[in-house]
T-cell receptor
Framework: KQEVTQIPAALSVPEGENLVLNCSFT??????LQWFRQDPGKGLTSLLL?????REQTSGRLNASLDKSSGRSTLYIAASQPGDSATYLC??????????FGTGTRLKVLA | GAGVSQSPSNKVTEKGKDVELRCDPI?????LYWYRQSLGQGLEFLIY????????KSGLPSDRFSAERTGGSVSTLTIQRTQQEDSAVYLC???????????FGPGTRLTVL
């Protein structure tokens, strides 16, 4: 059974710092891995999707990497801003169409 | 519409009442998914539709939960005889097909008193 874990559970950093969020999964036979952000009381906003054949994806200040063999993905946020404060979720699919979500990292960027 | 929409955005109901939650997927998306986000439980899969059929209902927590999809578009999640533990945010997502990127709606926050 696929399990997805995110570390740390919560993170508080001063504005401007570069930071790394971690996601690990127990079954390396994944199809896609996707990073989302969720603002309080809101739905999910897709940030980056990495297909199993890819190693990383970049969008603006965000970079996500994938290492299937070790069952890990990292989300790198450069020059963090208060507007980045949210909960970050990673999710994987294993060819069975349903996403298995991680436990999330609550990020707070202090001005 | 441009994205997945859900209604209502908030629903407060009394224990024992039935509720219906609606999802309008992105036009042309054949796959539709329901998830539930409970406090302390994270996000969990409920049901998947391909067209109007639901090949995977494995995540529905009890027989009080049912869902249907008509015309390959709108889906309704029905919860009968609601219980307090049903309180959660119910999220709907759609994708062009299975194993494609899923796009999520804003969710319906259900509170059962």
């Amino acid at each position: 059974k696929q399990e997805v874990t995110q570390i740390p559970a919560a993170l508080s950093v001063p504005e401007g710092e570069n930071l790394v969020l971690n996601c690990s999964f127990t079954d390396s036979a994944i199809y896609n891995l996707q990073w989302f952000r969720q603002d309080p009381g809101k739905g999910l906003t897709s940030l980056l999707l990495i297909q199993s054949s890819q190693r990383e994806q970049t969008s603006g200040r965000l970079n996500a990497s994938l290492d299937k063999s070790s069952g890990r993905s990292t989300l790198y946020i450069a020059a963090s801003q208060p507007g980045d404060s949210a909960t970050y979720l990673c999710a994987v699919t294993s060819g069975t169409y349903k996403y298995i979500f991680g436990t999330g990292t609550r990020l707070k960027v202090l001005a | 519409g441009a994205g997945v929409s859900q209604s209502p955005s908030n629903k407060v109901t009394e224990k024992g009442k039935d509720v219906e939650l609606r999802c309008d997927p992105i036009s042309g998306h054949t796959a539709l998914y329901w998830y539930r986000q409970s406090l302390g439980q994270g996000l969990e899969f409920l049901i998947y539709f391909q067209g109007n059929s639901a090949p995977d209902k494995s995540g529905l927590p009890s027989d009080r939960f049912s869902a249907e999809r008509t015309g390959g578009s709108v889906s309704t999640l029905t919860i009968q005889r609601t219980q307090q533990e049903d309180s959660a945010v119910y999220l709907c997502a759609s994708s062009i097909g299975p194993d494609n990127e899923q796009f999520f709606g804003p969710g319906t926050r259900l509170t059962v008193l």
